[in-house]
C-alpha cells in the first residue's frame, strides 16, 4: 500500500442507485484530487481539494458530489448515474497544491453502471 | 491553461531495446515534468521527474530530458525488460498553480 486508500474496489450500481466511493490517506498530505480514467480520457481530473477546502470543479456534472471531511478523508457521492460514467475513479494526494513532489495515487474504484 | 501531447500513444520494442516517449507542453511557466508509470489493473505510480533548473535526470535505466525553449521533454528507458511493460503518463505543472496536467498516456508493450 502507498498510502492512499480507495474503497470499494469495484462497484457495479444502477443508474438509479446512490453510492459513494471513499479514499483515505494518512501521508500528511494537504492536498486531495479524484480523477476519472476511461479509455477516451486518461486521468480526467474532477476535484481538488486543498485542506478540506474544494479549490477547482472541472466541469463535473451534479451528479458527482465531492466531499472533504478532512484532510486524510475523501469522498465521491454518485447518484443517477449513466452508462457512460462507467471507469476507474482514482483518488490521489500530494504534499502540497503544486504537487511538487509528485501525486500519491490509490488503487481506484472500478465503477461500473448499468 | 496548460496543454500536454505525448506521443507515441502505443510502442512496442523488442527487449533489450531503448525506448523513448515524447511530451509537448503549452504553457511556458510549467516548471515541474514528472513522469508516472501505470501496470495493468494498478495505479499510477511516480518514476521520475525534473525540474526546469536541471535539462536531464537519470535513474538507473531511466532517464528525462528537458528543453525549455522547445517546450518538450521526453523519457528514456534503456535496456528495457518485460516488467517496463505498462501505460506511462507524462504532465507538466508550475508552482503555484493547483493541479498536474497530464498527457494522454503512451501503452509500451516489451517483446521478449
Known amino acids: 500500500e502507498t498510502g492512499v486508500t480507495q474503497t470499494p474496489r469495484h462497484l457495479v450500481m444502477g443508474m438509479t442507485n446512490k453510492k459513494s466511493l471513499k479514499c483515505e490517506q494518512h501521508?500528511?498530505?494537504?492536498?486531495m484530487y479524484w480523477y476519472k480514467q476511461s479509455a477516451k480520457k486518461p486521468l480526467e481530473l474532477m476535484f481538488v481539494?486543498?485542506?478540506?477546502?474544494?479549490?477547482e470543479n472541472n466541469s463535473v456534472p451534479s451528479r458527482f458530489s465531492p466531499e472533504c471531511p478532512n484532510s486524510s478523508h475523501l469522498f465521491l457521492h454518485l447518484h443517477t448515474l449513466q452508462p457512460e460514467d462507467s471507469a476507474l475513479y482514482l483518488c490521489a494526494s500530494s504534499q502540497d497544491l503544486q504537487g511538487r513532489y509528485g501525486y500519491t495515487f490509490g488503487s481506484g474504484t472500478r465503477l461500473t453502471v448499468v | 491553461g496548460e496543454n500536454v501531447e505525448q506521443h507515441p500513444s502505443t510502442l512496442s520494442v523488442q527487449e533489450g531495446d531503448s525506448a523513448v516517449i515524447k511530451c509537448t507542453y503549452s504553457?511556458?511557466?510549467?516548471?515541474?515534468f514528472p513522469w508516472y508509470k501505470q501496470e495493468l489493473g494498478k495505479r499510477p505510480q511516480l518514476i521520475i521527474d525534473i525540474r526546469s533548473n536541471v535539462g536531464e535526470k537519470k535513474d538507473q535505466r531511466i532517464a528525462v530530458t528537458l528543453n525549455k525553449t522547445a517546450k518538450h521533454f521526453s523519457l528514456h528507458i534503456t535496456e528495457t525488460q518485460p516488467e517496463d511493460s505498462a501505460v506511462y503518463f507524462c504532465a507538466a505543472t508550475h508552482f503555484g498553480n493547483e493541479k498536474l496536467t497530464f498527457g494522454t498516456g503512451t501503452r509500451l508493450t516489451i517483446i521478449p
Open positions: 501521508l500528511g498530505h494537504n492536498a
Open positions: 481539494y486543498s485542506l478540506e477546502e474544494r479549490v
Open positions: 504553457d511556458s511557466a510549467s516548471n515541474y
